[in-house]
């Protein structure tokens, strides 16, 4: 079955907006085993629409469109796709009443201009919107294309595709079941060498590898008659990966670095700390991003001053002179200073130089030092980013500060 | 001139890239008054990219691409192109010495596989590539559509558009300035309601709204025969966008929350200094975002766990107890005590519930206390984001804390 996707709105072709939807659609079919084979965003007017409708048609079996069913005058995808598909809009009490009971919930009264929102292409079916006012529908246009619509806000979306679209729409012959393995510090071309045989294309598991600076996620997906065989294929399949990567694995679970190490200490029962120059609350923030952080994290210093690195870390002045802020010997004495003064058992430093500016020929822009230390025992990792500018410089080294972490509490093999 | 874009690439539809390349030649085109009608993303194979060809060839007079212009054997765009358009490819020598040139710049001989880059569509022209080795190129259909090539690489790709594309590609009729006013702490539909006029379309000068939370950027381009007469338009219209959003204007330019506090303090010779906790570090992570933050950001305090907002910021444990760390008075000692132990004028604290969990009836998930300081006179906003899920609620407090300290410098009147 060819898939093709349907993004409507001004919004998306004006740059207003950034289509993540796409991305979800993508990832969610791909763990289905479901590839899509084109994406067409257009604007809302009726010769765009009705272009990319003709357009879709002829290319693919499954559209699965968003956006353009919002109350207003301006969103005509349902006028325009009844027009498409040769069939009268017909008005919807249940798709009404739905709508009415959802405004009440918040205390309001549905006002008239939503009772467009009711009107479906005849010959279709409703879609249930469990988050919001606008229900979806599907219609098959006279060649037999399946046009499934959905609304454009990303959370509407998401629920609409996971719990009607997935479930009613979607081909499932046999049985699929879709598993991550997370590795730390490797890059895609080290890893993806190690297991060329498994990203190669065809056979019932199926590999992908999706890489973010300091880890990749490798996803497979296997498809069995039974969920029983599905599960045993994959089984295999993950367990070669995991061997070949065996030094950098992590764990498995769409889940990040941060994660990670909340968890390693969540486990062994270690507290955290952070001090952080160049980086300036990234890696705190980080950790925060994750729930249920505050059991383990105690407390981050964003010292960005030298003087703040002096008073609140008690870093000795001589070695800000004699070594300068960005040095091995400062980001050590960060480490020690923060363990004295947060009484955490692993405490992990941070100092460099970001840019655009402050570098020179033996500290260039893109130097950044990282410490990391777990009951007194330190290590100082000496990293050379190179002039990628100053958002990749701190969110690189955020990474890797993550993965001294990993390294000290021993979840990776150094 | 209708334009598409057309973007190549497995990575993209199988979810692994979120296109961003089309967001920012809409932006591009947008500054120049030019409007973009489509975009497609197809896979690199020959019968997807064939179809692609032809659905932009039909619809649109000027297509920019890119991807599938790499040296291995899967990157087959340009032969799919020549094929397209019926003409052969031919070898470009002043192509591979560039390439050969770009390979010694960086210590290494080109391999031999990337002599493919330097095949080009008879007919069309060669773009040059400032910082990659994949030269761009640009030919015409038999029905007269200019296609033009550039590579996947973000950065290669917008340099490629800005220094070959945009000065010898696009019409230019007439002079085209645009300019960005920047608003702070109101909605987009409050600010869009006063400026309902100059949103609606036609006329020679464009305004459209881009909303974040906390900010809205109002971005015009002016059309005129002259830059001059382009430039008296575009006047025009921001004094009464300016005027009309007077309360709420924080200044011109594509700028951040964070780079409007950094310049007030620079501007005042102000130093700040920042106490987090539902945040986590991310306001001090955004003021550091701004290159020469260190002229006045001291210093960040993570105070996550209650202890380290007692022993690190002085807040007196009777208010915690009495009071929860969630309320009011603990956002306010946490800048009095912030105060205190960092010498910054300029204070904030912000402290919360960002969930999942630990909401309450009388507390509940989404409440927040935003505290702001200068030279000891004290504010606290009492914030309440509803349980919009972690990522959010964090994000939202991060911009409101920011916006918190530009009221308190007077940037913007209550």
């Not at 919807?92 to 919930?105: C, G, L, N, P, V």
Request: glycine residues 12%.
């Amino acid at each position: 079955m060819r898939i093709g996707l349907l993004m409507i709105g001004d919004e998306i072709l004006d740059g207003r907006i950034l289509d993540t939807n796409s991305q979800f659609l993508e990832r969610s079919l791909a763990q289905r085993g479901l590839e899509v084979s084109y994406v067409l965003q257009c604007r809302d007017g009726e010769k765009n629409l009705a272009w990319a409708l003709e357009s879709m048609d002829a290319a693919v079996d499954l559209v699965l469109a968003s956006g353009g069913l919002g109350p207003t005058e301006d969103d005509r995808t349902r006028e325009i796709v009844a027009a498409f598909v040769g069939k009268p809009l017909v008005y919807d009490e249940e798709a009404w009443a739905e709508i009415q009971a959802r405004f009440r919930k918040t205390g309001r009264e549905a006002p008239e201009a939503n009772r467009r929102q009711a009107l479906l292409p005849e010959g279709g079916g409703k879609l249930d919107n469990p988050v919001g006012t606008a229900p979806g529908f599907w219609v098959e246009s006279p060649r037999g294309t399946r046009f499934v619509f959905m609304p454009g806000v990303p959370s509407e979306l998401k629920r609409m595709f996971q719990e009607e679209v997935l479930p009613r729409m979607l081909p499932k012959e046999g049985a699929f079941v879709t598993e991550t393995l997370c590795f730390g510090g490797v890059s895609e071309s080290e890893l993806g060498g190690l297991i060329a045989d498994e990203l190669k294309e065809g056979g019932d598991v199926r590999v992908g590898s999706y890489a973010q600076y300091g880890m990749i996620r490798i996803v497979l997906t296997s498809k069995g008659r039974t969920e029983e065989e599905a599960r045993a294929k994959l089984r295999e399949t993950a367990a070669r990966i995991q061997e070949a990567g065996a030094r950098w694995y992590l764990g498995r679970g769409d889940r990040s670095l941060q994660e990670f190490v909340v968890e390693a200490c969540e486990g062994k029962g270690i507290t955290l700390a952070v001090a952080e120059s160049c980086t300036g609350g990234k890696v705190a923030a980080k950790l925060v991003d994750v729930p249920g952080a505050s059991s383990v994290f105690l407390e981050g210093q964003v010292t960005y001053a030298n003087a703040a690195k002096i008073d609140r870390l008690g870093v000795p002045p001589e070695i800000i002179e004699e070594h300068g802020a960005v040095s091995e010997e400062c980001a050590r004495a960060m480490v020690e200073g923060l363990a004295r003064t947060s009484g955490a058992r692993l405490c992990a430093s941070v100092t460099g130089i970001a840019g655009p500016s402050g570098g020179s020929v033996e500290k260039p822009v893109g130097l950044v030092f990282i410490g990391c230390g777990l009951d007194g025992r330190v290590e100082v990792f000496r990293k050379t980013y190179g002039a990628r500018g100053r958002a990749v410089v701190r969110e690189w080294a955020a990474n890797d500060c993550l993965l001294a972490m990993l390294r000290m509490l021993g979840q990776k093999r150094p």
